[in-house]
DNA sequence: TTATCCTTCCCCTTAAAAGGGGATTTTAGT
DNA sequence: ACTAAAATCCCCTTTTAAGGGGAAGGATAA
């Protein structure tokens, strides 16, 4: 039996790119998508899956709520939480609400693979849990905070430490610390290198 | 009759989105693709297309000699170069070697399919011309520099100036230069918003 | 309640980038 | 051969960023 997949991501370009990868895979079938929490609940009316690829920020609901909401109306659905690099903080909270597992968007195709026949396997898929988050906290504290990314965003748009600051109401020292700790963090020496591993890795 | 598209390109992630995005246009059919000059050349031997997708950078051979070789083989195809924004200087060399049209790696799928109806209709389709190209060029000279893009990249990989002077055997004044031209021509105030419009509109 | 993390702020120094010029030599296309 | 564009290099000044510290107040979760 094929798994039917749901998925539900605001950017379009994720709901593509995870679609156009889930159809290299034979054994899985997309069954549909939504691109928020509503027309998701919607969706679940009237139709059902096996598994909901479930992105943690939704525009109109938290993930979070979205994931305990699916559960009460359809006990057997098996959720993975999607995430982005800068919001692993919020896995435990998922998996509190009941998720099985969770991908990193940039995942690659093995990876979602793993996890989806893990999942119907009846297992659950946190490898953040021993590899991604663990192991990239013991070696340089990698979980950016609110105000880090907030800080970060501004920083890709070309705005300058005082500019922040000024923006933000703080001082431009408080900026200066957290373009540092974001260097340190991403294990990069400046921020052009800053900006791009940002891009590529999806946190802003 | 649906027009077989054949998609040349040396990035995996370009094919698997061009692909993915052609699947969208019912009236299309994406019949192969390759991934550098030499597969590109051996399909077309017992094969054929109707359109090629053809990237002008590839790994073995230029696309703009690719081109006049495919159209000296089967003189009916119709090509579409693709390239990226910081390749626009050499579309008319495609347009010299005999394509059709070109499409920019990042087009929308609406611009994609405008093309494909053009084409296959007989026409051309060279939106730079007037769109593209010169709004920008009149703006503020769009078009980089091989070098330019060159020096770019090292400062996205987080070298600074003297590092990249090292790396590229020339002065540090000179890469100061090119991050100037990189910043004035991209219309952006630091080497932050640099990286970010360079990453987000393929240049890198 | 204590320990931890986050956010805030400051000091210092040095290195790099930004902003303004100008100028020369290659390179490549007409 | 000529010309336009690219690539190279230099001057100057000011502003930012980077690298090294440290420290205080507040939230919060075990």
């Known amino acids: ?3 039917r997949i749901f998925i539900v991501d605001d950017h ?3 709901v593509e790119g995870m679609r156009s990868m889930l159809q290299q895979l034979p054994s899985v079938e997309v069954c549909g998508h939504a691109t928020n929490a ?9 139709n059902t899956a096996d598994i909901v690829l479930l992105d943690i920020n939704l525009p109109d ?3 979070i709520d979205v994931c305990k909401l699916l559960l009460q109306q359809k006990p057997g659905l ?3 939480a999607l995430t982005n690099f800068d919001q692993l903080t919020y896995i435990q909270r998922m998996k509190d609400a009941g998720a099985k597992g969770y991908l990193l968007k940039n995942s690659t195709l093995d990876e979602i693979e793993q996890a989806i026949v893990a999942i119907m396997n009846g297992q659950e898929y946190w490898l953040g849990r021993d590899n991604l988050r663990d192991s990239l906290k013991d070696n340089n ?6 105000r880090e990314v907030e800080v970060l965003k501004l920083i890709a748009e070309g705005l300058t430490n005082p500019e922040i600051a000024d923006k933000l ?3 431009a020292s408080t900026i200066d610390s957290h373009r540092k700790s974001l260097i340190s963090k991403l294990q990069v020496k400046n921020t052009a290198a800053l900006i791009r591993t940002a891009l590529e890795n999806k946190i802003i």
Chains 1, 2 share one sequence.
Not at 141 to 146: K, V
């Open 1 to 3: 039996m094929t798994p």
């Open 12 to 14: 379009p370009m994720v």
């Open 38 to 46: 509503r027309s998701c609940m919607g969706y679940f009316v009237n």
């Open 61 to 63: 609901e938290s993930g």
């Open 78 to 80: 098996k959720i993975i």
């Open 141 to 146: 504290q990698l979980l950016l905070t609110r």
């Open 169 to 171: 109401f703080v001082s």
